[in-house]
């Protein structure tokens, strides 16, 4: 029997596994190419952050639960403590993930709003971790 719609999760009806490594995938790329937010990421390999991302975007979504069984809880305020995120970081990281989400959403011809909704909740978390004013 095929599940109605209503019944899958997000993940699922995001196009599941394929979509979330499109998205994470073409935002690393974006961050590789932007100096001032690629010196935020510590490791010179940026393939494990790409997973992180990853499984934690599909386990908010409604997907595999991986992020929690290797990371524990996200706790995302305290582990961005590290990294100095004023407006223009959050920013740049917006827009690459604007440019993930949209090439994503065209090769999996996501639901718009689906769209809509995974839109706003980058941009309220990402609002939520700015941890460090502009310097003057
Ligand atoms: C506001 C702009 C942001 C910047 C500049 C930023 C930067 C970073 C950096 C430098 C890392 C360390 C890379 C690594 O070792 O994994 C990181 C990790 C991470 N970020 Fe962000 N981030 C931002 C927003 C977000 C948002 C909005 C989310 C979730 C929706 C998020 C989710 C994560 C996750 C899941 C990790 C890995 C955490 C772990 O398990 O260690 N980030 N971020």
């Known amino acids: 029997m095929t599940a109605q719609p209503e019944q899958l999760t997000p993940y699922e009806r995001m196009g599941g596994a394929p979509f979330f490594a499109d998205l ?5 790329e974006g961050v590789a190419q932007d100096a001032p937010l690629r010196a935020l990421y510590p490791e010179e390999d940026l393939g ?3 997973d992180r991302l990853r499984m934690f975007l599909e386990q908010y979504w409604g997907g595999p639960t991986t992020y929690q069984q290797r990371r524990g809880h996200p706790r995302l305020r305290m582990r961005h403590v ?3 995120i004023d407006d223009a970081q959050r920013d740049r990281w917006l827009a690459h993930m604007a ?3 949209s090439y994503a959403a065209q090769r999996h011809d996501l639901d718009p709003e ?3 909704q995974f839109w706003h909740y980058l ?3 990402a609002h939520a ?5 502009p310097s003057p």
């Open 123 to 125: 941009v309220s978390a």
């Open 82 to 84: 590290p990294y100095l």
């Open 114 to 116: 689906l769209y809509d």
């Open 24 to 28: 994470v995938h073409r935002f690393y």
């Open 99 to 101: 440019d993930g989400l």
């Open 129 to 133: 971790l700015v941890n460090s004013a």
């Open 48 to 50: 494990p952050a790409e």
